[in-house]
């Protein structure tokens, strides 16, 4: 079963391994889905590659995320109304596991096995415990490679 959390943007911060950070990043769509013991937080991340402005930050933020998705260590989400309803679907399951699954399109899409907290200034922060599922998009894996012929015979 899918409940929606919040449609419009909201405001996230990332940390990373070895001390990065993003505060650039928007999130929208946030969609609970409910799989027996099993949530995902599923978050569209696809709204920050749909600028001109190549330099923006949220842009910056979301390539770096698609290139260190792996040393992703948690996310905040400062939104109130999606803390609230995730407490509210989280406490109607017995002994929950919290999946979160970030939906970056054509650059990839990244699960983790993450443990939440409430913020003591409200929102919520996503710990990440293990990267479940890394599916990166097939053309940044399979890019075809440039052969010249004074290399080969």
């Not at 590659?49 to 948690?74: E, I, M, P, W």
């Not at 990244?110 to 990267?131: K, R």
Request: charged share 25%; aromatic share 8%; net charge positive.
């Amino acid at each position: 079963m899918k409940h929606s959390l919040r449609k419009t943007p909201s405001h996230l911060h990332l940390a990373y391994k070895y001390g990065e950070g993003s505060d650039g990043l928007m999130g929208r769509h946030f969609v609970l889905e409910v799989d027996d013991r099993v949530l995902t937080l599923m978050i569209d991340l696809t709204p920050n590659f749909h600028t001109r402005n190549k330099s923006a930050s949220a842009y910056l933020d979301a390539v770096n995320l698609a290139h260190n998705h792996h040393k992703l260590r948690y996310l905040q989400c400062a939104d109130n109304l999606v803390r609230s309803r995730l407490i509210k679907a989280w406490e109607q399951v017995q002994q929950p596991r919290l999946r979160m699954c970030l939906d970056l399109g054509q650059r990839g899409r990244y699960v983790y096995a993450v443990q939440p907290h409430s913020l003591f200034t409200g929102g919520i922060q996503f710990d990440v415990e293990e990267v479940l599922q890394d599916e990166p998009s097939r053309s940044r894996v399979h890019a075809p490679q440039v052969h010249s012929s004074r290399n080969h015979p």
